[in-house]
Protein backbone atom coordinates (compact mmCIF):
# COMPACT_ATOMS: atom_id res chain seq x y z
CA UNK A 1 0.00 0.00 0.00
CA UNK A 2 1.34 3.44 -1.13
CA UNK A 3 -0.53 6.53 0.97
CA UNK A 4 -2.19 5.11 3.69
CA UNK A 5 -2.33 2.09 6.46
CA UNK A 6 -5.98 0.32 7.88
CA UNK A 7 -5.63 -2.13 11.01
CA UNK A 8 -7.62 -4.49 12.10
CA UNK A 9 -9.37 -4.14 15.53
CA UNK A 10 -10.76 -7.45 15.45
CA UNK A 11 -14.79 -7.49 15.65
CA UNK A 12 -15.42 -3.49 15.58
CA UNK A 13 -14.00 -0.25 14.90
CA UNK A 14 -10.28 0.44 13.84
CA UNK A 15 -7.85 1.71 16.22
CA UNK A 16 -4.25 3.14 16.06
CA UNK A 17 -1.86 2.95 18.85
CA UNK A 18 1.43 3.67 19.22
CA UNK A 19 2.37 1.56 22.05
CA UNK A 20 5.73 0.12 23.53
CA UNK A 21 7.73 1.62 20.46
CA UNK A 22 11.03 2.34 22.34
CA UNK A 23 11.11 -1.38 23.09
CA UNK A 24 11.95 -1.66 19.15
CA UNK A 25 12.94 1.77 17.61
CA UNK A 26 16.26 3.26 17.86
CA UNK A 27 15.88 7.20 18.84
CA UNK A 28 17.07 7.80 15.07
CA UNK A 29 14.44 5.56 13.62
CA UNK A 30 11.90 6.89 15.86
CA UNK A 31 12.94 10.99 15.31
CA UNK A 32 12.71 9.76 11.23
CA UNK A 33 8.93 8.57 12.12
CA UNK A 34 8.23 11.46 13.98
CA UNK A 35 8.98 13.46 10.74
CA UNK A 36 7.49 11.06 8.39
CA UNK A 37 4.19 9.99 10.40
CA UNK A 38 3.20 13.25 12.22
CA UNK A 39 -0.49 13.38 12.57
CA UNK A 40 -3.28 10.68 12.01
CA UNK A 41 -6.84 12.61 11.50
CA UNK A 42 -10.14 10.58 10.47
CA UNK A 43 -11.99 10.98 7.14
CA UNK A 44 -15.04 11.47 7.88
CA UNK A 45 -15.58 11.77 4.23
CA UNK A 46 -14.40 8.08 3.73
CA UNK A 47 -15.80 5.94 2.54
CA UNK A 48 -19.07 7.32 0.77
CA UNK A 49 -21.88 6.79 2.19
CA UNK A 50 -25.16 6.19 2.11
CA UNK A 51 -23.67 2.25 1.26
CA UNK A 52 -25.44 0.85 -1.97
CA UNK A 53 -28.73 -0.78 -0.92
CA UNK A 54 -30.53 -4.05 -1.54
CA UNK A 55 -30.59 -5.09 -5.47
CA UNK A 56 -26.80 -3.50 -6.14
CA UNK A 57 -24.00 -5.95 -6.87
CA UNK A 58 -26.25 -9.25 -7.32
CA UNK A 59 -27.71 -8.76 -3.87
CA UNK A 60 -31.54 -9.52 -3.47
CA UNK A 61 -34.12 -7.05 -3.74
CA UNK A 62 -36.17 -6.10 -0.40
CA UNK A 63 -38.04 -3.03 -0.28
CA UNK A 64 -38.91 -1.65 2.89
CA UNK A 65 -42.88 -1.25 3.28
CA UNK A 66 -42.54 2.32 5.03
CA UNK A 67 -40.57 4.04 2.08
CA UNK A 68 -41.00 1.53 -0.98
CA UNK A 69 -37.34 1.93 -1.46
CA UNK A 70 -34.61 -0.65 -1.35
CA UNK A 71 -33.26 -1.00 1.78
CA UNK A 72 -29.77 -0.27 2.36
CA UNK A 73 -27.05 -2.63 3.39
CA UNK A 74 -25.62 -2.59 6.58
CA UNK A 75 -22.46 -4.67 7.60
CA UNK A 76 -22.69 -5.92 11.07
CA UNK A 77 -19.21 -6.26 13.00
CA UNK A 78 -16.15 -5.51 10.33
CA UNK A 79 -14.04 -8.27 11.14
CA UNK A 80 -11.11 -7.60 9.06
CA UNK A 81 -9.45 -4.75 6.81
CA UNK A 82 -7.11 -5.46 4.19
CA UNK A 83 -5.82 -3.33 0.92
CA UNK A 84 -3.92 -4.27 -2.26
CA UNK A 85 -1.95 -2.79 -4.48
CA UNK A 86 -4.20 0.02 -5.70
CA UNK A 87 -5.01 1.30 -2.61
CA UNK A 88 -8.20 -0.49 -2.63
CA UNK A 89 -9.43 -1.14 0.65
CA UNK A 90 -11.47 -4.72 1.23
CA UNK A 91 -13.24 -5.16 4.48
CA UNK A 92 -14.88 -8.52 5.19
CA UNK A 93 -18.17 -8.39 7.22
CA UNK A 94 -20.45 -10.61 9.41
CA UNK A 95 -23.89 -9.55 8.63
CA UNK A 96 -24.82 -9.84 12.20
CA UNK A 97 -27.42 -6.58 12.55
CA UNK A 98 -28.70 -5.71 15.78
CA UNK A 99 -33.02 -6.90 15.97
CA UNK A 100 -34.60 -3.45 15.36
CA UNK A 101 -33.62 -1.17 14.50
CA UNK A 102 -31.17 -2.18 12.13
CA UNK A 103 -32.93 -5.92 11.21
CA UNK A 104 -36.43 -3.73 9.90
CA UNK A 105 -34.55 -0.60 8.01
CA UNK A 106 -31.13 -2.23 6.25
CA UNK A 107 -30.92 -5.90 4.95
CA UNK A 108 -26.82 -7.55 5.76
CA UNK A 109 -24.18 -6.44 3.63
CA UNK A 110 -21.99 -8.52 1.38
CA UNK A 111 -19.59 -10.70 3.54
CA UNK A 112 -16.59 -8.77 1.24
CA UNK A 113 -16.84 -5.05 -0.07
CA UNK A 114 -14.38 -3.82 -1.82
CA UNK A 115 -13.42 0.33 -1.95
CA UNK A 116 -11.40 2.50 -3.99
CA UNK A 117 -9.13 5.28 -2.42
CA UNK A 118 -12.07 7.72 -3.01
CA UNK A 119 -14.27 6.05 -0.33
CA UNK A 120 -16.74 4.32 -3.47
CA UNK A 121 -17.76 0.68 -3.11
CA UNK A 122 -16.12 -0.52 -6.80
CA UNK A 123 -16.85 -4.33 -5.69
CA UNK A 124 -18.88 -6.61 -3.39
CA UNK A 125 -19.02 -10.10 -2.88
CA UNK A 126 -19.28 -13.72 -0.99
CA UNK A 127 -21.54 -16.38 0.04
CA UNK A 128 -22.00 -17.02 3.70
CA UNK A 129 -22.57 -20.66 2.64
CA UNK A 130 -19.04 -20.85 1.55
CA UNK A 131 -16.98 -18.50 3.54
CA UNK A 132 -15.81 -19.28 7.15
CA UNK A 133 -18.28 -19.04 9.86
CA UNK A 134 -17.63 -16.57 12.40
CA UNK A 135 -15.87 -14.61 9.21
CA UNK A 136 -12.20 -12.98 10.56
CA UNK A 137 -9.49 -11.24 9.64
CA UNK A 138 -8.51 -10.46 5.92
CA UNK A 139 -5.11 -10.08 3.84
CA UNK A 140 -4.15 -9.48 0.45
CA UNK A 141 -1.35 -11.21 -1.09
CA UNK A 142 1.82 -10.33 -3.51
CA UNK A 143 -0.48 -11.57 -6.33
CA UNK A 144 -3.75 -9.17 -5.32
CA UNK A 145 -5.39 -12.75 -3.97
CA UNK A 146 -7.69 -12.29 -1.29
CA UNK A 147 -7.35 -14.54 1.78
CA UNK A 148 -9.73 -14.90 4.65
CA UNK A 149 -9.94 -16.87 7.78
CA UNK A 150 -13.14 -17.49 10.54
CA UNK A 151 -12.95 -17.53 14.27
CA UNK A 152 -15.97 -19.89 14.24
CA UNK A 153 -15.00 -22.71 11.50
CA UNK A 154 -11.53 -24.70 10.51
CA UNK A 155 -10.69 -22.89 7.19
CA UNK A 156 -8.39 -20.20 5.75
CA UNK A 157 -9.38 -19.42 2.07
CA UNK A 158 -7.86 -17.90 -0.73
CA UNK A 159 -10.10 -16.00 -3.47
CA UNK A 160 -9.27 -14.18 -6.65
CA UNK A 161 -9.33 -10.41 -6.45
CA UNK A 162 -12.86 -10.31 -7.62
CA UNK A 163 -13.89 -12.76 -5.50
CA UNK A 164 -15.44 -14.96 -8.59
CA UNK A 165 -13.24 -17.89 -7.87
CA UNK A 166 -12.27 -19.91 -4.69
CA UNK A 167 -8.91 -20.91 -5.35
CA UNK A 168 -7.43 -22.35 -2.32
CA UNK A 169 -9.16 -24.01 0.91
CA UNK A 170 -6.78 -25.11 4.05
CA UNK A 171 -9.26 -26.92 6.17
CA UNK A 172 -12.46 -28.60 6.82
CA UNK A 173 -15.45 -26.34 6.92
CA UNK A 174 -16.95 -27.68 10.47
CA UNK A 175 -14.74 -29.73 11.23
CA UNK A 176 -11.31 -28.91 13.70
CA UNK A 177 -8.23 -30.11 14.44
CA UNK A 178 -9.45 -31.41 18.12
CA UNK A 179 -9.89 -34.91 18.04
CA UNK A 180 -10.35 -35.55 21.64
CA UNK A 181 -13.52 -33.52 21.28
CA UNK A 182 -14.69 -35.06 18.21
CA UNK A 183 -13.37 -32.21 15.98
CA UNK A 184 -15.74 -29.91 16.87
CA UNK A 185 -14.05 -26.40 17.15
CA UNK A 186 -13.81 -24.92 19.75
CA UNK A 187 -10.83 -23.83 22.35
CA UNK A 188 -8.87 -26.29 22.94
CA UNK A 189 -6.97 -25.33 25.92
CA UNK A 190 -4.54 -27.87 26.76
CA UNK A 191 -5.76 -30.69 25.63
CA UNK A 192 -1.91 -32.47 24.30
CA UNK A 193 -4.74 -34.03 21.04
CA UNK A 194 -5.17 -30.72 19.45
CA UNK A 195 -2.20 -28.15 18.04
CA UNK A 196 -1.21 -31.32 15.86
CA UNK A 197 -3.40 -31.78 12.45
CA UNK A 198 -1.19 -31.21 9.00
CA UNK A 199 -4.59 -30.47 7.50
CA UNK A 200 -7.09 -29.19 9.97
CA UNK A 201 -7.22 -25.81 11.71
CA UNK A 202 -9.19 -24.36 14.81
CA UNK A 203 -10.82 -21.57 14.56
CA UNK A 204 -7.66 -19.38 12.84
CA UNK A 205 -7.83 -15.88 13.22
CA UNK A 206 -5.40 -14.35 10.94
CA UNK A 207 -3.10 -15.66 7.93
CA UNK A 208 0.46 -13.56 6.45
CA UNK A 209 1.78 -15.24 3.03
CA UNK A 210 5.57 -14.56 2.46
CA UNK A 211 6.15 -12.73 -0.70
CA UNK A 212 9.49 -13.78 -0.69
CA UNK A 213 11.46 -17.17 -0.58
CA UNK A 214 10.37 -20.07 2.46
CA UNK A 215 13.96 -19.77 4.67
CA UNK A 216 13.53 -24.07 4.25
CA UNK A 217 11.80 -24.71 1.07
CA UNK A 218 13.01 -21.86 -1.10
CA UNK A 219 9.60 -21.46 -2.30
CA UNK A 220 7.13 -18.61 -2.54
CA UNK A 221 3.94 -17.87 -1.41
CA UNK A 222 4.50 -19.66 2.38
CA UNK A 223 1.36 -18.65 4.46
CA UNK A 224 1.66 -18.13 7.98
CA UNK A 225 -1.44 -18.90 10.17
CA UNK A 226 -2.68 -17.75 13.75
CA UNK A 227 -4.12 -20.73 14.21
CA UNK A 228 -5.49 -19.57 17.57
CA UNK A 229 -9.46 -19.00 18.60
CA UNK A 230 -9.45 -23.07 19.22
CA UNK A 231 -5.41 -24.10 18.80
CA UNK A 232 -2.59 -21.88 19.87
CA UNK A 233 -0.06 -22.33 17.33
CA UNK A 234 1.24 -21.04 14.25
CA UNK A 235 1.55 -22.87 11.19
CA UNK A 236 2.66 -22.79 7.49
CA UNK A 237 1.51 -24.54 4.93
CA UNK A 238 3.34 -23.89 1.30
CA UNK A 239 0.62 -22.72 -1.61
CA UNK A 240 1.28 -25.36 -4.11
CA UNK A 241 -0.58 -22.77 -6.61
CA UNK A 242 -2.88 -25.33 -8.05
CA UNK A 243 -5.42 -25.39 -5.37
CA UNK A 244 -3.31 -27.23 -2.54
CA UNK A 245 -1.30 -26.85 0.34
CA UNK A 246 1.47 -28.53 1.75
CA UNK A 247 1.81 -28.99 5.61
CA UNK A 248 5.61 -27.18 6.24
CA UNK A 249 6.12 -26.75 10.16
CA UNK A 250 4.48 -24.96 13.11
CA UNK A 251 5.53 -23.39 16.58
CA UNK A 252 3.97 -22.43 19.86
CA UNK A 253 1.48 -23.77 22.63
CA UNK A 254 -0.54 -23.45 25.51
CA UNK A 255 1.27 -20.90 28.41
CA UNK A 256 0.60 -20.04 31.60
CA UNK A 257 1.97 -16.63 31.80
CA UNK A 258 2.00 -14.24 34.71
CA UNK A 259 4.76 -12.24 33.73
CA UNK A 260 4.94 -11.11 30.29
CA UNK A 261 8.65 -11.02 29.85
CA UNK A 262 9.88 -14.39 31.52
CA UNK A 263 6.83 -16.63 31.75
CA UNK A 264 6.41 -19.45 29.02
CA UNK A 265 8.51 -16.84 26.07
CA UNK A 266 7.20 -17.95 22.80
CA UNK A 267 4.18 -19.83 23.38
CA UNK A 268 0.66 -18.79 23.77
CA UNK A 269 -2.49 -17.88 26.01
CA UNK A 270 -4.85 -21.41 26.58
CA UNK A 271 -8.06 -19.21 26.92
CA UNK A 272 -10.33 -18.64 24.30
CA UNK A 273 -10.23 -15.07 22.26
CA UNK A 274 -7.27 -15.74 20.03
CA UNK A 275 -4.00 -16.59 21.06
CA UNK A 276 -2.24 -16.44 18.84
CA UNK A 277 -4.54 -13.76 17.40
CA UNK A 278 -2.15 -11.75 14.34
CA UNK A 279 0.71 -13.26 12.42
CA UNK A 280 2.62 -10.32 10.18
CA UNK A 281 5.98 -10.62 8.43
CA UNK A 282 8.15 -7.78 8.76
CA UNK A 283 10.97 -6.10 6.00
CA UNK A 284 13.13 -7.46 8.61
CA UNK A 285 12.37 -11.80 7.86
CA UNK A 286 10.23 -11.99 11.34
CA UNK A 287 7.06 -13.18 11.80
CA UNK A 288 5.31 -10.84 14.85
CA UNK A 289 2.51 -12.37 16.35
CA UNK A 290 -0.15 -11.27 18.86
CA UNK A 291 -0.66 -13.61 21.88
CA UNK A 292 -3.37 -11.12 23.15
CA UNK A 293 -4.35 -12.22 26.41
CA UNK A 294 -0.75 -12.54 27.47
CA UNK A 295 -0.59 -9.06 26.64
CA UNK A 296 2.42 -9.19 24.24
CA UNK A 297 3.89 -9.35 20.65
CA UNK A 298 5.98 -12.39 20.57
CA UNK A 299 8.86 -12.71 17.25
CA UNK A 300 9.86 -15.24 15.95
CA UNK A 301 12.41 -15.55 12.89
CA UNK A 302 10.75 -17.88 10.02
CA UNK A 303 11.00 -21.40 10.99
CA UNK A 304 9.82 -20.23 14.99
CA UNK A 305 12.93 -19.37 16.81
CA UNK A 306 11.81 -16.92 19.52
CA UNK A 307 13.87 -13.41 18.79
CA UNK A 308 12.22 -11.15 21.16
CA UNK A 309 9.09 -10.62 23.09
CA UNK A 310 8.11 -6.90 22.84
CA UNK A 311 5.53 -6.08 26.18
CA UNK A 312 1.93 -4.23 25.76
CA UNK A 313 0.26 -2.58 28.46
CA UNK A 314 0.73 -5.72 30.79
CA UNK A 315 -2.20 -6.39 32.99
CA UNK A 316 -4.61 -5.74 30.62
CA UNK A 317 -5.39 -9.72 29.71
CA UNK A 318 -4.34 -12.49 31.98
CA UNK A 319 -0.72 -11.10 33.22
CA UNK A 320 0.53 -9.41 35.97
CA UNK A 321 0.45 -5.41 35.91
CA UNK A 322 1.99 -2.86 38.16
CA UNK A 323 3.68 -3.70 41.26
CA UNK A 324 2.46 -7.41 40.15
CA UNK A 325 -1.16 -6.99 40.37
CA UNK A 326 -3.85 -9.00 38.84
CA UNK A 327 -4.47 -8.49 35.37
CA UNK A 328 -7.74 -7.00 34.60
CA UNK A 329 -9.42 -9.80 32.69
CA UNK A 330 -10.07 -8.49 29.43
CA UNK A 331 -9.24 -9.63 26.19
CA UNK A 332 -5.67 -8.82 26.41
CA UNK A 333 -4.28 -5.69 24.66
CA UNK A 334 -2.27 -7.19 21.78
CA UNK A 335 -4.76 -7.50 18.84
CA UNK A 336 -3.15 -6.53 15.69
CA UNK A 337 -0.22 -4.36 14.49
CA UNK A 338 0.90 -3.26 11.36
CA UNK A 339 4.08 -1.06 10.19
CA UNK A 340 4.96 2.51 8.51
CA UNK A 341 5.46 2.21 4.82
CA UNK A 342 9.29 3.63 4.78
CA UNK A 343 11.54 0.52 3.68
CA UNK A 344 12.84 0.63 7.74
CA UNK A 345 9.58 -0.26 8.86
CA UNK A 346 9.96 2.30 11.35
CA UNK A 347 7.14 2.77 12.90
CA UNK A 348 4.49 -0.41 14.32
CA UNK A 349 1.30 0.50 15.13
CA UNK A 350 -0.41 -1.82 17.73
CA UNK A 351 -4.02 -1.87 18.12
CA UNK A 352 -4.89 -2.60 21.90
CA UNK A 353 -8.93 -3.28 22.05
CA UNK A 354 -8.75 -4.48 25.82
CA UNK A 355 -7.74 -0.75 26.49
Not at 57 to 81: D, H, I, Y
Not at 91 to 100: A, K, P, Q, W
Not at 202 to 216: E, K, Y
Request: aromatic residues 8%; contains cysteine.
Amino acid sequence: MKARRYLNAGAGALALAGLGLSLTLSQADAQRGARNNTNYVVDGSWPKMPLPSAGDWSTPLVLSTSTGQPKPWSTGEVAGTCVDSRDHVFIVTRGNLVNSPETLDSVPAPPVIEFNPDGDVVNAWGDRNILPNGIHGCFVDYQDNIWIAGNGDGIVQKYSHNGRQLLLQIGTRGVCDWPANGNACGNSGADPSANKSTTLLNQPADMWIDPGRDPVTGRRGSIYIADGYGNHRVVVFQDNGNGTATYLRQWGGVATTMNVVTDSPGLFASGDGGHPHCVVGGNDDLIYVCDRADDRIEVFDKVGNLQRIIPVVPGTGVTLGIGGAPGLGTAGSAWDIDFSNDRRQSIMFETDGGN
